[in-house]
């Protein structure tokens, strides 16, 4: 009898320090597990920021596209149905100064703006021959230059008036059915056949209010926009990248040109996607927080893992052995630093959220460690081990298309250092 319980009591001994590793890794997995819920933690405050936007958005004005005029000329055809023949431009250029503004909605930063926006179109003489028509059949009297704006009723808060050739013209929302083009305005012009013959000119100037977003549809065969602001990063989208731009601290500058050759010149009785067709800059406040935090929690599992494995190696190499209790305390810190880093990244810059919520939990766990341990140096080596790890995943974090390759050799080189530290461990 006695020799059987000797035997269990062998076998006990020799896998204890398996047993207590597979209990480690355990607890690293139940460790991970409160890490999705700071995730959904961070989606909430995500959409909260997307509300605020929203919210200022509705009472100032919203995304802003601009669709320099194109020309409307009604006609009759042989059953004396109307219809509508529309011209483009053939050059338009249009010049753009945006002055932008921080409002706040709580701890939400949202960027809007005022634009004081020039354009100059020409118009070769109109071919409105093509579409085999009498003169007499064409509607002179209604030709009328159609505009539009993706906000009108907030963005414009003042007459909108041209000049064509020299006259002046006004514009106003157009009568119901005059036109394909929903929600534009119209501004009558005096044209008939031998007018239509020869260059056409128009020029005009206003005001515009939006937010985040300028854009101008690209309706001339030659488009050039030059757009300037105070702002000092500028996304540039669109159809077609700047050709030249100057960013700087104080500002941009930025120029377009660009040809249209994806919509015809000439066209009747439907709508195309001009809005579609167009190019600008995105006006926003870089807020990245939100997203680096989400990816930098996807890296909580690693972090605890190999944070574990350092206090495994320690405890075994030099014989001071910790209790399970004191890994799940150091565990809840490592969770706790995504919770921080959330806080504290919504009023200040990720990197600087980053560096706090690290200092604060590598502290914390190295005084930990060294108080448990008795031991400055493992304390230090602790600390060492921590700060190469974060440094390690906001690297990652950094390098978005080189994520997947740093990861891997990441962890890589971490299963080479476990296995060389671990070589001369008696696991029995």
């Given at each position: 009898?006695q020799a059987?319980?000797?035997?269990?009591?062998?076998?006990?001994?020799k896998?204890?320090l398996?047993?207590k590793s597979?209990?480690?890794?355990?607890?690293?997995i139940v460790?991970?597990?409160?890490t999705n819920?700071i995730t959904d933690?961070?989606?909430e405050?995500?959409?909260r920021q997307?509300?605020a936007i929203?919210?200022?958005n509705s009472k100032?004005a919203?995304?802003?596209t601009?669709?320099p005029p194109?020309?409307?000329?009604?006609y009759?055809?042989?059953s004396?149905?109307?219809?509508?023949?529309?011209?483009?431009?053939?050059?338009v250029?249009v010049?753009a100064?945006?002055?932008p503004?921080i409002?706040?909605r709580g701890?939400y930063q949202v960027?809007v703006?005022?634009?004081?926006?020039?354009?100059?179109?020409n118009?070769?003489p109109?071919?409105?021959r093509q579409f085999?028509?009498?003169?007499e059949f064409i509607?002179?009297n209604e030709?009328?230059?159609?505009f539009k704006v993706?906000?009108?009723?907030?963005g414009?808060?003042?007459?909108?008036?041209?000049?064509w050739n020299?006259?002046d013209?006004?514009?106003s929302?157009?009568a119901?059915?005059?036109?394909?083009?929903p929600?534009a305005f119209?501004?009558?012009?005096?044209?008939?056949a031998?007018?239509?013959?020869?260059n056409?000119?128009?020029?005009m100037k206003?005001?515009?209010n939006?937010?985040?977003?300028?854009?101008?549809a690209?309706?001339a065969?030659?488009?050039?926009?030059q757009?300037?602001?105070?702002?000092?990063?500028p996304?540039?989208?669109?159809?077609?990248?700047p050709d030249?731009?100057?960013?700087?601290d104080?500002g941009?500058?930025?120029?377009?040109?660009?040809?249209?050759?994806?919509?015809?010149?000439?066209?009747e009785?439907?709508?195309y996607?001009?809005e579609?067709?167009s190019?600008?800059a995105d006006?926003?406040?870089?807020v990245?927080s939100?997203?680096?935090?989400?990816?930098s929690?996807k890296y909580?599992?690693l972090c605890?893992?190999?944070t574990f494995?350092?206090f495994?190696?320690?405890?075994t190499?030099?014989?001071?052995?910790?209790?399970l209790?004191q890994?799940g305390?150091?565990g809840?810190a490592l969770v706790l630093?995504y919770s921080l880093?959330?806080s504290?990244?919504?009023?200040?810059?990720?990197?600087?959220a980053?560096?706090i919520?690290?200092?604060?939990?590598v502290?914390l766990?190295g005084w930990f460690?060294?108080?448990?341990?008795?031991?400055?140096?493992?304390?230090?080596?602790?600390?060492m081990?921590?700060?190469v790890v974060y440094a390690?995943?906001f690297?990652?974090?950094?390098?978005?298309?080189?994520?997947?390759?740093?990861?891997?050799v990441?962890?890589?080189l971490?299963?080479?250092?476990i296995m060389?530290?671990s070589?001369?461990?008696?696991?029995s």
């Amino acid at each position: 009898m006695q020799a059987e319980v000797s035997f269990v009591k062998s076998l006990f001994d020799k896998g204890k320090l398996f047993l207590k590793s597979v209990i480690i890794f355990v607890m690293a997995i139940v460790l991970w597990i409160p890490t999705n819920l700071i995730t959904d933690l961070v989606k909430e405050r995500e959409s909260r920021q997307k509300e605020a936007i929203a919210d200022i958005n509705s009472k100032w004005a919203g995304k802003q596209t601009v669709m320099p005029p194109i020309l409307a000329i009604p006609y009759l055809d042989t059953s004396k149905k109307r219809n509508v023949a529309y011209f483009m431009a053939d050059k338009v250029d249009v010049r753009a100064r945006v002055i932008p503004e921080i409002r706040y909605r709580g701890i939400y930063q949202v960027v809007v703006y005022r634009s004081e926006i020039s354009i100059k179109e020409n118009f070769n003489p109109i071919q409105w021959r093509q579409f085999k028509i009498m003169p007499e059949f064409i509607l002179w009297n209604e030709a009328a230059l159609l505009f539009k704006v993706s906000d009108n009723q907030r963005g414009i808060n003042e007459d909108i008036t041209g000049y064509w050739n020299e006259k002046d013209i006004s514009f106003s929302p157009q009568a119901s059915g005059f036109s394909h083009l929903p929600d534009a305005f119209a501004a009558p012009v005096q044209m008939n056949a031998d007018e239509a013959s020869v260059n056409q000119y128009f020029q005009m100037k206003f005001s515009l209010n939006g937010s985040e977003q300028l854009m101008f549809a690209t309706t001339a065969k030659e488009n050039r926009l030059q757009l300037e602001s105070d702002w000092h990063s500028p996304s540039f989208t669109g159809v077609k990248l700047p050709d030249t731009r100057t960013v700087k601290d104080s500002g941009f500058v930025a120029n377009w040109k660009y040809m249209n050759r994806t919509l015809p010149q000439v066209w009747e009785n439907t709508v195309y996607p001009l809005e579609q067709n167009s190019y600008g800059a995105d006006l926003v406040i870089t807020v990245d927080s939100y997203d680096k935090t989400l990816r930098s929690v996807k890296y909580s599992l690693l972090c605890i893992i190999l944070t574990f494995a350092a206090f495994f190696l320690v405890e075994t190499s030099y014989k001071r052995p910790l209790h399970l209790v004191q890994y799940g305390l150091a565990g809840l810190a490592l969770v706790l630093f995504y919770s921080l880093l959330l806080s504290i990244s919504e009023y200040t810059q990720f990197g600087a959220a980053y560096l706090i919520a690290g200092a604060a939990t590598v502290g914390l766990i190295g005084w930990f460690v060294g108080s448990v341990l008795k031991s400055s140096k493992l304390a230090i080596f602790i600390s060492m081990v921590l700060t190469v790890v974060y440094a390690y995943i906001f690297s990652i974090i950094q390098l978005e298309d080189y994520a997947l390759l740093m990861g891997s050799v990441g962890l890589f080189l971490a299963l080479a250092i476990i296995m060389y530290f671990s070589r001369k461990l008696k696991w029995s």
